[in-house]
């Protein structure tokens, strides 16, 4: 997976000049969605797309909305540890499915088509 933007390098540093990007790999849901949260809240899982931060490379702040892209699914940078490695854990990076509200989006689209004629 490609993530992409113009978001810090490390937390609390400067937005960046110049687009970057990062290649991450999937994370399987059974390894981020075995907190009990997830159970109460079913949405969640279907609508998200994880990822593995690799050697303290992931999204960061500033990087909120760009483009997560693969093949399947593409998402947009959603949320996650972002890059706050002080912690001593690796962050990780969520991203939103868009494929799941593909339909939602399409109305909206729609919608918005309509009222501007």
């Not at 978001?7 to 849901?29: A, M």
């Not at 690799?54 to 998402?75: I, N, T, Y």
Request: hydrophobic share 35%.
């Amino acid at each position: 997976m490609t993530v992409a933007g113009w978001g810090k390098q490390q937390w609390g540093g400067e937005q960046e000049r110049f687009l970057r990007k990062v290649e991450l790999p999937f994370k399987p849901d059974a390894e981020y969605f075995d907190d009990p949260w997830w159970e109460e809240n079913p949405a969640y899982p279907r609508a998200t797309i994880c990822g593995r931060a690799v050697d303290q490379k992931s999204h960061c702040g500033g990087d909120s909305g760009g483009p997560a892209l693969h093949r399947l699914p593409d998402g947009i940078v959603s949320a996650g540890g972002d890059c706050e490695w002080d912690n001593g854990e690796e962050a990780t990076p969520v991203y939103t499915d868009v494929a799941y509200f593909s339909t939602d989006i399409q109305q909206a689209v729609d919608m918005l088509l309509a009222d501007a004629t």
